[in-house]
């Protein structure tokens, strides 16, 4: 397996987690790839997504379905600033994967975490395992404990 692979594995295992990575045979880099490689809706797909809250000025992750797209304004007002889509020079230094595999936990900087309430209807959801071609199936509320995210609406 892919050391980052690997390590989002052993992550999930320290986390008490019996969730398996999988490392397909074609891309999982965006949400519609991914939901045709493992054969689920583009809704089951999480989007691991960074923006930076201003203030403070810091990098925070929000687990979104595949199916949904942030409002920024909303979600931003929700949490007491602004958002804005984080560049893909800090997705890789604030998560230490690049875009297209950034996964939902075991990042190099520990981020306040959002999670998609959309995501809670499915008994389970697939999340990228640190490349884009890794993946792993899970239900939305253990990936809600893990991560110790907050459940939001982020339409
Ligand atoms: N492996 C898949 C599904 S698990 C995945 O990682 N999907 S994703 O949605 O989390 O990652 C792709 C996302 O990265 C896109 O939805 C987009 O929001 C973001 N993105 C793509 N290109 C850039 C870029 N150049 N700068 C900032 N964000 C980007």
Not at 54 to 75: F, I, K, M, T
Not at 110 to 116: A, E, N, R, S
Not at 129 to 142: E, N, Q, Y
Request: with cysteine; proline share 8%.
């Amino acid at each position: 397996m892919h050391p980052q692979a690997e390590k989002i594995q052993q992550a999930l295992q320290a986390a008490g987690c019996a969730a398996q990575v999988r490392e397909m045979p074609d891309s999982t880099r965006t949400a519609v790839e991914a939901a045709q490689a493992v054969g689920s809706t583009v809704g089951q797909i999480v989007k691991s997504l960074v923006f930076v809250l201003d203030p403070p000025g810091q990098p925070v992750l929000v687990l979104v379905s595949g199916s949904n797209r942030v409002n920024e304004a909303a979600l931003g007002a929700r949490l007491g600033g602004t958002l804005r889509k984080a560049d893909a020079t800090l997705v890789q230094q604030a998560t230490g994967y690049a875009i297209g595999g950034v996964p939902p936990l075991a990042h190099a900087t520990p981020l306040p975490t959002y999670l998609d309430e959309d995501l809670l209807q499915y008994a389970e959801i697939w999340a990228a395992a640190g490349t884009p071609k890794a993946v792993f199936p899970i239900d939305p509320s253990t990936l809600l404990r893990i991560t110790g995210a907050t459940s939001v609406c982020v339409r």
